[in-house]
């Protein structure tokens, strides 16, 4: 291979280091939107600030950066991504993002070493997600169906809002402060600190702890409805609005009236969404979850979030 300076009168070597070079310098974070989140502690994240390019008619114009799949994160007070939540994108000189895949550190909970050696700089392969902070921006989402029975499973609803509720809680397995800054473990289990159950806790002790969980916001629910007859995707739905807001946003809302007064879907969809803020914010993961209990209330159907 020639070296740059044999070849320096090349147009185009000339200007692919001086690329690299710039880059190597300026290329180093981001700001993006979480699109996906993997159930291997994974997220796709899309770059939202734009690059700046110049055709070959001399015309300057903006092209979308591509996703970067399989990204690790870390987390801003143990809050667990989301998508359609905002992260910073860090493009790293060295392997860190393979680091943080593998553990990031050892059973006692301290940093581990790791030899490494340089990789191309600030690649966009090499990038690690920080997440928990800022703003949620607006991101339409991508629904899927759930698979499981809508009967009743006995305990007042059905498996397939067990998995709407799993799905859209996501599975954490420490805890972590969730999106308003309550301490939270499993499937959206809330608690006051200290947290003196299993650390970490397996994906079976979380799907028991949500059915003991659940007992409570069914009761809720089939109190706030007891005089008038809800189906079973009305009472799963409504199940899931308390399980994830209380059950004193439901009892004595607009939503509640509107439901006891056969209101339209358009209607009560717009009911769901007035629950979507946090600390005044609208939250576009919230809009979302929204949606799906709208959806489950008004067409019996049960959406994945991604």
């Not at 059915?211 to 809720?220: A, E, F, G, R, V």
Request: charged letters at 20%.
């Amino acid at each position: 291979m020639i070296s740059l300076q044999e070849r320096s009168d090349i147009q185009q070597a000339v200007y692919d280091e001086l690329k690299n070079n710039i880059f190597a310098e300026l290329h180093v974070a981001d700001i993006g939107v979480i699109t996906a989140v993997g159930s291997d502690n994974l997220v796709t994240v899309q770059p939202i600030v734009r690059d700046r390019i110049v055709g070959s008619d001399g015309k300057v114009g903006w092209q979308d950066p591509p996703k970067i799949p399989d990204t690790p994160f870390l987390s801003v007070g143990g809050v667990a991504p989301q998508v359609g939540q905002s992260a910073l994108i860090i493009f790293c000189d060295k392997d860190i993002s393979a680091w943080i895949k593998q553990g990031g550190q050892n059973a006692s909970g301290t940093p581990s070493a790791q030899n490494q050696e340089t990789l191309k700089p600030h690649d966009m392969t090499n990038a690690v997600a920080i997440v928990g902070f800022g703003v949620t921006v607006s991101q339409s989402a991508g629904y899927g169906d759930i698979t499981a029975s809508t009967a009743n499973n006995g305990t007042g609803v059905s498996d397939a809002l067990l998995k709407f509720i799993e799905n859209w809680e996501g599975w954490v397995a420490t805890p972590y402060t969730d999106s308003g800054g309550t301490w939270t473990i499993g499937f959206g289990h809330t608690f006051k600190p200290p947290w003196t159950g299993p650390n970490p806790m397996t994906r079976e002790q979380g799907e028991a702890m949500l059915k003991s969980d659940l007992t409570s916001y069914i009761n809720s629910v089939k109190s706030i409805f007891k005089d008038f007859p809800l189906t079973q995707n009305q009472f799963d739905a409504m199940v899931d609005f308390v399980y994830n807001l209380g059950a004193g946003a439901l009892k004595g809302s607009t939503l509640e009236a509107d439901i006891r007064n056969h209101a339209s879907s358009d209607k009560l969809k717009a009911d769901f969404e007035e629950y979507s803020h946090v600390h005044g914010k609208v939250l576009a993961g919230l809009v979302h979850r929204r949606d799906g209990e709208w959806a489950m209330f008004c067409n019996a159907q049960y959406l994945t979030n991604h």
